[in-house]
């Protein structure tokens, strides 16, 4: 590449400032960085994951989300569109949750064509020195800025590439409380969990890292799958991270009933952000060591897996809205 990256990097006495090129056109860069569906594929330092719940990209607009961060903490961010110029410039002004820390700063991106390459420079100034040296040593800014971009440009690289992570999210009327009780507690969790026309039957739970949970669901014509979860984080009431796989009844690892080349295991990251009483629950799917055949396999069912996901967060929403209304809650059977 034709370039010269600048990597992040402290200017004057209150701004970080950053430089990268990208082998692709700018309308490309610029709708990466303005679109949710790519944003939330490459936003934020390395480990973080983000949630949106609303993005208007024009002036007066607003983006709200959260990033979730590898310990289990959400940082809730705003950011306000001041300018919008498609495809060559970005102007906001980007701040943190109305009681947390001071991290308010103004924000600068422009995208530049240089040949078949992007330039885009990004320049965040701080209402002062002091809080552009609280941001540094606090959160990391210089490396969790470069981070950010070197993710932007792995995505962009990756864009012709079939994806290898399924994404799926659905926003409840709901408080995040009760979301994730319905998630982890086995009563609640078998009056919805699963496709629709399936009725779970059995189910065995072990909240906790290292723990696990074995469940079997019937469907309407009598076919019975058995599947497990394999916990390895659990961050009340934010986030779980699980190894999950078709199961047997002693809860050994089988194949798919009917897709004999579906993945073994996936490692599955379950979000729940709550904002203004609502919370959106965001679902990451990515296939453990796939074989080539099972990489194919689960490219090309992703429409698939976000229809059954549709089905299930029917079922949960309609759950969630009979324990928001008072209407009795009936336990399972094991």
């Known amino acids: 590449m034709n370039n010269k990256n ?4 402290l200017v004057g006495d209150r701004e970080i400032a950053s430089t990268r090129f990208f082998d692709a056109p700018r309308e490309l860069v610029f709708k990466m960085w303005t679109d949710p569906e790519h944003i939330g594929r490459w936003w934020g330092p390395r480990g973080f994951t983000t949630t949106t719940f609303h993005m208007d990209v024009k002036p007066g607009g607003v983006w709200r989300f959260v990033m979730h ?6 940082y809730e961010n705003n950011v306000t569109y001041l300018e919008v110029f498609e495809p060559e410039r970005l102007v906001y002004q980007h701040g ?17 064509s240089v040949g078949s390459q992007t330039k885009l420079t990004m320049r ?19 490396e969790g800025l470069d981070g950010t971009l070197g993710r932007l440009e792995e995505q962009v690289a990756r864009r012709n590439e079939p994806p290898e992570e399924f994404v799926t999210s659905r926003t409840f009327d709901a408080p995040r409380e009760l979301v994730w009780k ?9 009056q919805w969990f699963g496709p629709k026309g399936f009725t779970m039957t059995t189910a065995n739970l072990d909240l906790r890292p290292g723990g696990s949970f074995l469940y079997a669901m019937r469907g309407s014509d009598g076919m019975e799958m058995w599947g ?29 009933p009917l897709s004999p080349t579906w993945p073994l295991k996936m490692l599955s990251t379950t979000t729940l952000a709550e904002n203004e009483g609502k919370t959106t629950v965001t679902i990451r799917w990515r296939p453990i060591d796939p074989t080539p055949e099972e990489l194919r396999t689960f490219n090309a069912t992703q429409d698939g897996m976000r229809m059954g996901w549709a089905g299930t967060f029917d079922r949960l929403g309609e759950y969630l809205a009979k324990s928001n209304s008072g209407s009795s809650i009936v336990g399972g059977t094991s």
């Open 124 to 142: 965040m100034v701080f209402p002062s020195a002091d809080k552009r040296d609280f941001v540094v040593k606090t959160h990391g800014a210089l």
């Open 96 to 112: 943190g949750a109305a009681d947390g820390e001071p991290v308010n700063f103004h924000v600068t991106v422009t995208f530049e």
């Open 228 to 256: 497990k979860f394999e916990y390895r984080e659990i961050v009340p009431p934010r986030r779980m991270v699980f190894v999950n796989y078709f199961s047997d009844a002693s809860g050994g690892i089988t194949r798919h």
């Open 182 to 190: 319905a998630w982890t507690e086995r009563d609640r969790l078998m």
């Open 69 to 74: 961060g590898p310990d289990g903490t959400d």
């Open 6 to 9: 600048i990597p992040a990097t």
